[in-house]
Structure formats: structure tokens, C-alpha cells
């Protein structure tokens, strides 16, 4: 009589180890002492009849995200189910309305000077500023063919306003206004991370008056769908301060504003005549200095963990791209 | 971890396991058989106070105080401590026994209710440890939190979830309803140290010790005395 409690007992907490907690060893039922069951093992069965079985739905499981699932347990779950692996039905999007990159990139000299023709390098240099510059005559040609009145004084007008407007529908968050301003290829780029933060920016002045370094241009599937690229040197004073979600400082300031040099490439769809000169890209030159680190430190995490692909199949990646 | 694939935009629909499990392809190709089909979803990704979350996530108001935006405070002011809602639901627990472990861990630091839980003897006090955890990887890696030790259990409580109910037979032909029940737990982990007393209880300082007991004896009634 004594031993059939006893060894129920064990197996209760082992049960209840086991179950529960797996690994970790903890008993977390604890010990019962006090049994309201019959002693004789032969009404068990009887017991458990009294109760229904219903089958539990683990919801911790059921709402486990996809990614999470491994490879493997994707393949159990439909065996066990009897679904076949879909096939990819992915379509490859791509926009007619501005291209994937910047096509033959300016190329800004080392410090944003010239070298002496007198040294090789310098000749060089200047050889190439000329083949440059006989490019960007033809693509000039080619921008006067759809828009007659083009001149890169009323050009740089806009290009200004769109680079100030840009960035403040930016900050703004407006993003209806975002692709007024800004190319379907910058976009990404530029929401990144702004959804819950507070950018303060402002367009102070310009040092010197932005000036037309570099014109591209280029057709695709037709010889008349032609994209121009205009790369332009902005060398300004401007006011730039990131605050987290709860309105602490990780970037900057709202007082100091700072020279910045940048080269901002813009594109206009020339075939489109209601396009626009949009902000495509900013051009980095190598020999940038690094930039300033942030306010706050972090843990680098040195494991290198291969991140697990949660599909069955391969998938095509789905970047943006034209023809 | 669920809440972070979500915020990355992961359509996480408690009916669509099922769905993606049959089309395991990617999480972009499921989502575009639920939401209208725009080829500009993909390459155009929308701002993250805008989208990323599913349906289901938008009804649960606690992850929606992740969401809100502070003012930038000014250089005087004392900048506002950072915060992280997360919560777990339907864990296969009864709420009436959850709330223990909820009001156990309420107001330590984070260090000190990780250590603790790892006593109690209770099967929610995992799942509570595991939902703390995953709270402090948030604030790291979305919250702007510099040092994962310097938080506290601001917010610590429990609520009803799913009832599952069940049979069971009585004599004379009679049934009973067993409640299987389920439970949320939801926690909210604060930026700094966690207050002095938070339940506010008693001193247990030498000094009030000593007070209390003089005071006591001092106004003790002898019996039979004057």
C-alpha cells in the first residue's frame, strides 16, 4: 500500500521536471503530500475516463513567427500535413520610372582639387577631365533634345530646391512627398531607421553655389527611353540632429552647423515629359575622412552565426531594377 | 524574438502559420496574397511607424506604447528614461497562478529578477524569466538602451487569455466543464535603477527594528497592574 504512493510520487515530479522545464533540472510542481486518489492502481484507468480529452492548442507554437521555424520542422509539418513545396511565384519588380544605379559615377579628384599639369599625374588627370568633359557634352546634347531651354543656371536652381525640399519632406516623414523628391532607388536608403526617430535639419546656406560636375546619359530597351543623371557639387552649412524615440540626443547637434561637400547624383526619366530631376544618389569618394561615431557604445557580438534561410526552395533576391 | 521579426516587417497573422507553412517560399510571398497586390510593396518598403505590424499586433495596445514618439527634450531638462513594452500571450498557465510570479518580479532591476526567478519553483516563473529576456534585447537592439544591466521591471502583470473548455462526466449521467485556461503576461522594462521600495513596505533597518520594539514595550498593558 505504502510503495504505490511512494512510487506515484516520483512519478508525478518527474512528470512535472520533465514537462515543464526539460533541460534546466528545476522541480517546479514541487512534492505533493497529500493524495486524494484511491490506492488500488486498478481504478486508474477508470479515473482517467471520467475525463474528456481535449487536445490543447500550443499558441506559442501556432504564432511562432516563419522565419523562426527550421528547415527541417518546415519539411516534418507539411509531410505530416501532405502539402507539397510551392513553387516560387515571386515576380521580379522593377521601376520604368528611374534606373537602379548611377551609371558611369563621377569621380571626385582627391580633395576636391586638381594636381599640377606639370607632373604626370597632374597631365593625367587633366587627360581625363577632358574625356570626361566630352562626355558630358554629348549627354548634354542628348538632355537639349527633349528639353530644348535646358541651362545649368535655371538646372541648378532646381536641383537646390529639390535637395532642400527632399530632405525636409524626409524629416517630415511625408511619404507622398518623399517620392516627389527622391528616385525609387533612394528611397529605402532614405526611410531607413527614421520611422522612430526625430531629425532636425536645416539647410543653412551655401558656401559656394552648387555647381553641374558630371551628366550621364543613358537608354533603356528603346533608343528614345532615355534617362539623364546629373551629378552635382553642393558645398553648404547645415544643421543636423538625430533624437531617439524618447527625445535623447544620439547624433549631433541643433546649434553647430557644419560645412558638408557632397555630390548628389540626379536623374529625370527625359522620355517622360511630365518627369522631374529627383535625387538618385549621393556620391562618397574614397578618400572621405571617417565619419563621427556615435554617442553610444555597443557590444559587438563576435559569434559567427550563419543566418538560417527559412526557406525550401532557393529564393531570387527581389531587388529593385531596370531592364 | 517574435516581436522583433515583426517590427521588421513580417506579417506574423495568428491563422496564417498554417498559409506559410503551404507556401514556404518567403514571407514576402505569402503577405502578398493577403494584402493587395502593388508591386511597390517590396521595393518600397513603408515607414516603419506606418506599417511592419500585422493585424492582430495592431489590436494589442501595450506593444503599441513601442510606437510613440517623444519630443526631443531640451539640453536643461533631464532626458526622459527609455522604455520597452513586450508581452507573451496565451501561455498554457492560469492567470490566478501567473500573478505570483508577475507581482514577485515587479520593481527589481533586471539583474536581480533573472536571478531570482531562477528559484521559484514555478512553471510560469520561466516564461516570465524568457519574456524579460527577450524585453532586454529589444531595448538593446531598438530602444536606444546602452547598457542591458541598467533596467528595471517597471510593469509587471498578467491577464486572461484563451479558455479552452473541456468535458468531464459526473455520476448519473451528469457533465462538468473543465477550463483549460490560458494567461498573458505583459512586462515593461525601464532604463535606470529601480526604486528604493517600491512596495513601499516597512523599514527593516536595525534603528526602526529597535525603535518599534522600544515603542511597543513602552505601550504594552500589563495585566493586573495599576
Not at chain 1, 527541417?72 to 502539402?83: A, D, H, V
Not at chain 1, 532607388?185 to 531629425?199: F, L, Q, W
Not at chain 1, 518627369?275 to 559569434?303: A, Q
Not at chain 2, 514618439?69 to 532626458?79: A, F, V
Amino acid at each position: 500500500m505504502f510503495s504505490f504512493r511512494a512510487i506515484r510520487k516520483i512519478e508525478c515530479c518527474s512528470h512535472s521536471v520533465l514537462g515543464t522545464c526539460g533541460s534546466l533540472g528545476i522541480n517546479l510542481g514541487g512534492v505533493r503530500t497529500t493524495i486524494a486518489k484511491h490506492w488500488n492502481p486498478k481504478f486508474k484507468k477508470l479515473r482517467s475516463q471520467k475525463v474528456l480529452k481535449v487536445e490543447l492548442p500550443d499558441y506559442q507554437e501556432l504564432n511562432k513567427p516563419f522565419n523562426e521555424f527550421t528547415r527541417e520542422e518546415i519539411r516534418s509539418k507539411m509531410k505530416e500535413r501532405g502539402i507539397l513545396p510551392h513553387r516560387w511565384w515571386g515576380d521580379r519588380p522593377f521601376f520604368i520610372a528611374s534606373t537602379g544605379s548611377v551609371f558611369e559615377p563621377y569621380v571626385p579628384p582627391e580633395g576636391d582639387g586638381k594636381v599640377s599639369v606639370i607632373t604626370a599625374q597632374g597631365a593625367k588627370q587633366k587627360l581625363e577631365f577632358v574625356e570626361k568633359k566630352g562626355k558630358s557634352m554629348m549627354a548634354l546634347r542628348k538632355i537639349r533634345n527633349f528639353e530644348e531651354d535646358f541651362n545649368y543656371k535655371e538646372f541648378v536652381k532646381i536641383a537646390e530646391d529639390t535637395y532642400i525640399r527632399g530632405h525636409q519632406a524626409m524629416i517630415n516623414k511625408d511619404r507622398d512627398k518623399i517620392v516627389q523628391f527622391i528616385t525609387e532607388r533612394a528611397y529605402p536608403e532614405v526611410v531607413n531607421n527614421i520611422g522612430d526617430k526625430t531629425v532636425v535639419w536645416e539647410f543653412v546656406s551655401s558656401i559656394e553655389p552648387p555647381t553641374v560636375v558630371h551628366l550621364r546619359c543613358t537608354d533603356v530597351i528603346t533608343k528614345e527611353n532615355i534617362f539623364a543623371q546629373i551629378t552635382v557639387r553642393f558645398h553648404t552649412q547645415q544643421i543636423l540632429a538625430v533624437y531617439d524615440r524618447f527625445g535623447r540626443l544620439m547624433h549631433g547637434s541643433e546649434t553647430i552647423p557644419k560645412d558638408v561637400l557632397e555630390y548628389v547624383v540626379f536623374e529625370r526619366h527625359m522620355a517622360n515629359k511630365y518627369g522631374r530631376w529627383r535625387i538618385h544618389d549621393k556620391i562618397i569618394p574614397d578618400w572621405m575622412p571617417p565619419k563621427e561615431p556615435s554617442l553610444r557604445t555597443y557590444v559587438v557580438d563576435f559569434t559567427d552565426d550563419e543566418p538560417q534561410v527559412p526557406s525550401v526552395q532557393e529564393q531570387p533576391s527581389s531587388v529593385a531594377s531596370t531592364g | 524574438m517574435a516581436v522583433i521579426l515583426r517590427r521588421l516587417g513580417m506579417p506574423v497573422f495568428s491563422s496564417l502559420t498554417r498559409q506559410t507553412l503551404s507556401a514556404p517560399c518567403s514571407a514576402i510571398a505569402s503577405s502578398g496574397t493577403l494584402r493587395h497586390i502593388n508591386h511597390t510593396t517590396t521595393v518600397m518598403p513603408e515607414l516603419e511607424e506606418h506599417g511592419g505590424a500585422s493585424e492582430r499586433e495592431k489590436t494589442r495596445k501595450w506593444l503599441t506604447y513601442n510606437d510613440k514618439l517623444y519630443p526631443p527634450t531640451k539640453p536643461g531638462e533631464t532626458p526622459r528614461p527609455a522604455f520597452v513594452c513586450h508581452m507573451k500571450e496565451n501561455i498554457k498557465y492560469s492567470p490566478k497562478k501567473m500573478w505570483y510570479v508577475a507581482c514577485f518580479v515587479r520593481g527589481m532591476s533586471i539583474d536581480e529578477a533573472l536571478k531570482q526567478l531562477e528559484f521559484v519553483n514555478r512553471k510560469g516563473a520561466l516564461v516570465v524569466k524568457e519574456t524579460i529576456l527577450e524585453a532586454q534585447q529589444l531595448a538593446i537592439e531598438k530602444h536606444n538602451v546602452e547598457f542591458k544591466s541598467n533596467l528595471w521591471v517597471a510593469e509587471s502583470f498578467v491577464s486572461k487569455g484563451v479558455t479552452v473548455k473541456g468535458m468531464r462526466r459526473h455520476a448519473r449521467m451528469r457533465a462538468g466543464i473543465i477550463k483549460y485556461r490560458y494567461c498573458h503576461y505583459y512586462v515593461r522594462l525601464e532604463e535606470g535603477k529601480p526604486p528604493e521600495n517600491y512596495y513601499n513596505r516597512p523599514s527593516r533597518d536595525k534603528e526602526t527594528l529597535l525603535n518599534d520594539w522600544l515603542q511597543r514595550m513602552r505601550y504594552r498593558r500589563i495585566v493586573g497592574s495599576l
